[in-house]
């Protein structure tokens, strides 16, 4: 059932994104993912739109001459399936790149709102941390790598290939993109992937609503190149305002375990405290 409050609770956090984004103190750390994504990807489509004339050239030597037609079309085909594959490639690619920065950008939104450290500002403890960062973000792409390739089987599939599952894709692809960024302030206080899904989906509306203005942004070229840290900071207030008080940061879970334990308050196997 829609939550009308909810959906307009994934409005103003991702407008808020956008304010937040251009405080000072917190360009900076857009600039450079922004950077390392013009040249990595946008080097990655030139060099597949430069390769289309020779792949069009080299599929019509196997065509007879009735089908010598296809050769106006083609390019055509082959662009737009390159900017399908272009739009997956970027979000995965870009998780990748933008990670490290999105954590300590993340850190540095949720300070800014609360007035509170999260952990040591050092370059060696980022240094020591992005590793960690690089393993969440292949533990997203395990979970949503099996779903998209069903999906894309699916598409196939007479009536429902063209009427349901592109509606669910875009579903499944607004949850992911509000997964993807949320997870940094989640992430950051080291709560669990798992755990945060739980969360997430307790404010569904709101979590897809969010995700869904994310996605949009990211089809759009130059736009799909700022909403990244747009959206992590949207992400980070989102996760300040709904979710950080159910949850304790490590090192208060850390120092408290045992007290906790000898309270009787419940904590996972790995000290990290459960939402009240």
Same mark, same amino acid.
């Given at each position: ?41 946008? &080097? ?11 792949? +069009? ?14 050769? &106006? $079309?083609?390019? $055509?085909? $082959? ?134 203005? +994310? ?14 840290? +747009? ?39 790995? &000290? ?5």
């Amino acid at each position: 059932m829609l939550n009308q409050q909810e959906i307009k609770l994934g409005f103003e956090y991702f407008v808020t994104g956008w304010h937040l984004i251009q405080q000072k103190g917190l360009r900076r750390f857009a600039v450079m993912p922004v950077l390392l994504n013009i040249l990595l990807l946008g &080097g990655l489509f030139i060099a597949f739109v430069f390769q289309i004339k020779n792949v +069009v050239s080299h599929l019509m030597d196997y065509m007879p001459s009735w089908l010598s037609w296809l050769g &106006g $079309i083609l390019p $055509i085909l $082959i662009i737009g399936m390159i900017l399908v594959l272009y739009y997956f490639i970027f979000a995965t690619l870009s998780g990748f790149i933008a990670a490290p920065f999105n954590g300590l950008l993340a850190e540095k939104v949720e300070k800014m709102m609360t007035g509170e450290e999260i952990s040591n500002d050092s370059l060696w403890a980022f240094i020591k941390d992005t590793p960690r960062m690089l393993a969440r973000e292949w533990q997203k792409l395990i979970y949503s790598l099996p779903k998209i390739i069903a999906l894309f089987l699916l598409s196939f599939v007479p009536l429902i290939g063209q009427t349901v599952i592109p509606l669910i894709t875009f579903l499944f692809s607004a949850w992911m993109m509000a997964i993807q960024y949320c997870d940094y302030p989640f992430d950051n206080h080291k709560v669990p992937f798992e755990l945060m899904k739980n969360e997430l989906a307790t404010k569904r509306n709101m979590t897809v609503t969010f995700g869904g203005l +994310v996605s949009l942004c990211m089809l759009v070229p130059i736009v799909n190149l700022v909403v990244i840290p +747009v959206a992590a900071c949207g992400a980070t207030a989102m996760w300040v305002k709904e979710y950080r008080h159910r949850f304790k940061s490590t090192s208060e879970s850390s120092n408290g375990a045992s007290a906790n334990v000898s309270l009787g308050k419940p904590s996972t196997s790995d &000290g990290q405290l459960v939402p009240k």
